[in-house]
């Protein structure tokens, strides 16, 4: 079927084309990048170009640049008092125009114009207060990378200090942390999971409902990063949904193995003042089983998402903007059908899993004068899921196949958050803002695994593990600055406070950077940050089984985890498309849950799974230490290649209630990335590119827990040995990723086509996922990572 689908995309997308030249406009903005003012009358230029191509910005700091050829171009914007920008390589389509919201920095210094030009940091955040262990990323690379499948959270796993959880999900491991460390926002307030088949209290998943077509320029921050950001531990994505074309209409056609089939559409709304942005996905495999072919699998992966923005442009009463993601996701696994070595299914069951995922929200700008602003967001969120298993060998009174366990969970919350942004001066500028957020859940838990007859009917009896039906109040508060002490060194800094009203617990968080400029070229940063968190809500409210078969909560008054990391990093320029990064860091943990009783039990082994450990009676007396160094070094994009080399050492240990220091289930040890990618131009005309990238990744085996084979057999189900816990580790993980691409932009026509073939894992490396206990064989066996595959993907923009 694979080899069908790849003949039908070739043969569009090598349609004869008349060999002309298209142009293109590129569209945006110009604006002060502490006060975000429009900056009237920049000038922007295309450069090395003739005849030259040059606008100046409008009272709302707007420009267009017409009739620019495609291809990749750089960008000049320079504006009196303020430090010149060149933005390069921006890519220029046939189909597509271009729209960029530039940012430039004010002078030091009141001096005439600035002579030296700055490039665009693409290594820096977009928030300007984010000034260490953070970096960008958009779009372009979240589809530009190999073995990627245009999903964020695997993008970031390219980066240094991260590491991907395994090949069937996309929960990120940031310097030795578990990923129920991570805080997802969306437009500037934080969302449930967004991913397909979530469930409660985990941060990943094996399909994102982000929608990489939708994303603007956003932030990824690893370590101590700045006051606004709260409830998280190990790190943070910040994204940004990108706005449409006010000028014209435009359209998008997509479909992909793993994103599936996409359609997208904008254009403006109130005559051309806003615009609009909508894209909708839905999973190939449940419409090619819909129109009869064969997928290979009878557990089809049926999942869908819908992504909008709506801006509705400047008006009298600030700048309102309407954004929202929903998604929803199934898979049926029939034990029948079942491998004995399948990842996630028991051949002895029937499991069936649902989820759903959606978030709403109402943001407004609004300028207070030509140096503050006020930003609000309202939201509305809603995560829930379904998981039900029959045991195909057990029968009720009635006949029927057993439950065995039935999981509910459905959550909704509203948040409002709403900060005041002032630059005083061209040295100092400050934010303070609040997070407001209550939580609303009805959740339960009811399962027969594991639990005694009774009641004597010769079945095990259902227990109901979980079961609340509540809500929880949460309230953050935080005010942050950022002071040019010289033009060389800054100062940001700032305290987070935190509040969670179930257990009444307070956290006050400072946090501080300093970045010193010590050449031209080079950087120094060092920096400081406490984050605390509240404990996933899995855990939290895990209910006890009493002897008279009552239960009760043993979990529900846990406190805050509380990390504290330390940073120390140098950034060196030798060229202007060339970086090299080293950071080193520590970070202590406190505070961490386990068990009353002395164990191994740690909750910082957690959260890499759907499911969280049962254990009750837990405490907040663990520890754990991560440390570590990092290597980056980067070509970004230009003269037709970028490369990408990422190195990560790292050491991450814990200790349970018995003090005994261990790994973490997380201490792989290291992290090696290499990627590197080549644009080819097809012929004289400068419409036709052919794409290579290649991707190399190696990484340490992860630690683990052996099984207690004879204790497996007596219990029928798996039984490990608590007390040499992650004493043994799996083999080192490799794998190679190489991608072709082509790219057509019509001579006729508004219209560029796009086609990837993503060939993933090509030596069909064994890596281990994991080496558990198989009830049906009674032996101790390993399962495997995704083997060798082949992925594609077309795109239609017109």
Do not use: C
């Not at 077509?213 to 709260?230: Q, V």
Request: proline residues 4%; charged residues 20%.
């Amino acid at each position: 079927m694979q080899v069908k689908i790849l003949l039908v995309f070739l043969s569009v997308l090598l349609l004869p084309i008349i060999a002309l030249a298209q142009n293109q406009t590129i569209r945006g903005w110009v604006l002060d990048q502490q006060s975000e003012t429009p900056l009237i009358g920049a000038t922007v230029q295309v450069l090395d170009i003739e005849p030259s191509i040059g606008s100046m910005t409008d009272a709302e700091g707007g420009f267009a640049l017409k009739n620019v050829p495609v291809g990749r171009q750089a960008l000049k914007v320079s504006y009196l008092g303020y430090e010149p920008q060149t933005l390069p390589n921006v890519l220029i389509t046939a189909g597509k125009e271009v729209i960029l919201t530039i940012k430039l920095v004010e002078s030091f210094t009141t001096m005439q114009e600035v002579v030296v030009t700055a490039q665009v940091n693409k290594d820096k955040a977009i928030n300007d207060l984010a000034t260490i262990s953070a970096r960008q990323f958009n779009t372009e690379e979240v589809s530009r990378y190999s073995g990627g499948r245009n999903d964020v959270g695997r993008l970031v796993a390219n980066f240094a200090g991260v590491a991907a959880s395994n090949d069937a999900r996309n929960d990120i491991i940031i310097r030795g942390n578990a990923p129920t460390g991570v805080l997802w926002r969306l437009e500037g307030v934080p969302i449930p999971n967004p991913n397909h088949y979530a469930t409660l209290g985990t941060t990943g998943g094996p399909v994102s409902a982000l929608n990489p077509n939708m994303i603007a320029n956003s932030d990824f921050l690893t370590s101590a990063f700045p006051a606004e950001y709260g409830n998280a531990t190990a790190g943070v994505f910040d994204i940004n949904l990108r706005t449409g074309n006010r000028e014209k209409f435009e359209f998008m056609g997509q479909i992909g193995a793993f994103t599936g089939l996409e359609a997208a559409a904008e254009g403006p709304v109130r005559k051309g003042k806003g615009s609009f942005v909508v894209a909708y996905r839905h999973s190939f495999a449940e419409i090619a089983q819909a129109v009869g072919l064969n997928v290979g699998t009878t557990a089809t992966p049926k999942y869908k998402d819908l992504t909008f923005n709506l801006d509705f442009g400047q008006t009298k009463a600030g700048r309102f903007s309407l954004f929202g993601i929903a998604g929803q996701s199934s898979i049926d696994f029939l034990g029948a059908d079942i491998d004995t070595t399948d990842l996630f299914a028991n051949p002895n069951e029937n499991a069936y899993s649902k989820s759903m995922f959606g978030v709403i929200g109402l943001k407004h700008h609004i300028l207070v004068d030509e140096r503050s602003y006020i930003r609000t967001i309202l939201s509305a969120s809603h995560s829930g899921n379904s998981y039900e298993t029959e045991d195909l060998k057990l029968r009720d009174e009635n006949n029927n196949l057993l439950e065995m366990l039935d999981v509910l969970d459905a959550g909704n919350a509203f948040r409002l958050s709403s900060f005041y942004h002032i630059k005083i001066n061209r040295k100092l500028t400050v934010r303070t803002g609040i997070l407001l957020q209550q939580q609303l859940l009805d959740t339960h838990v009811k399962t027969r695994e594991g639990i005694p007859d009774f009641n004597g009917d010769g079945l095990p009896d259902l227990f109901t593990q979980r079961d609340f039906d509540g809500g929880f109040s949460q309230a953050e508060a935080y005010g942050q600055l950022q002071w040019r002490l010289t033009s060389k060194l800054t100062l940001n800094t700032g305290l987070h406070g935190l509040y969670f009203d179930k257990t009444e617990d307070v956290a006050l968080e400072p946090r501080v950077a300093f970045n010193y400029q010590v050449t031209p070229k080079s950087t120094l940063n060092i920096g400081y940050g406490m984050h605390q968190q509240t404990q996933p809500l899995p855990v939290f409210l895990f209910r006890e089984r009493l002897q008279d078969g009552s239960a009760v909560e043993t979990n529900n008054n846990l406190g805050f985890t509380r990390s504290q990391h330390f940073v120390l990093g140098w950034d060196f320029k030798p060229a202007s498309s060339w970086r090299i990064k080293a950071e080193t860091y520590y970070q202590a943990l406190s505070n961490v849950p386990v068990e009353k009783l002395a164990s191994s039990f740690s909750l910082l082994n957690a959260g890499a799974d759907f499911v969280f450990p049962e254990k009750n009676n837990l405490v907040n007396e663990g520890t754990g230490t991560n440390f570590g160094a990092e290597l980056t070094v980067e070509k970004f994009f230009n003269q037709g290649w970028y490369g990408l080399v990422t190195v990560s050492l790292f050491d991450s240990k814990y200790k349970g209630s018995d003090g005994v220091e261990r790994s973490t289930a997380f201490d792989g040890g290291y992290v090696a990335n290499m990627l590197a990618g080549k644009e080819f131009k097809l012929g004289n005309s400068g419409k036709r590119f052919l794409t290579l990238d290649t991707k190399l990744t190696a990484a340490g085996g992860r630690p683990y827990t052996p099984v207690d084979l004879e204790a497996s057999k007596l219990a029928g189900r798996e039984v490990l040995k608590e007390n040499q816990a992650f004493t043994e580790r799996l083999d080192d993980y490799f794998r190679w990723d190489v991608k072709i691409g082509f790219r057509v932009n019509s001579a006729k026509r508004k219209l560029s086509q796009t086609f990837f073939l993503d060939f993933q894992n090509v030596t069909n490396r064994q890596n281990i996922f994991a080496i558990r206990y198989n009830e049906v064989r009674n032996e101790i066996g390993k399962t495997y990572q995704i083997g060798f595959f082949p992925d594609v993907m077309y795109r239609v923009e017109f």
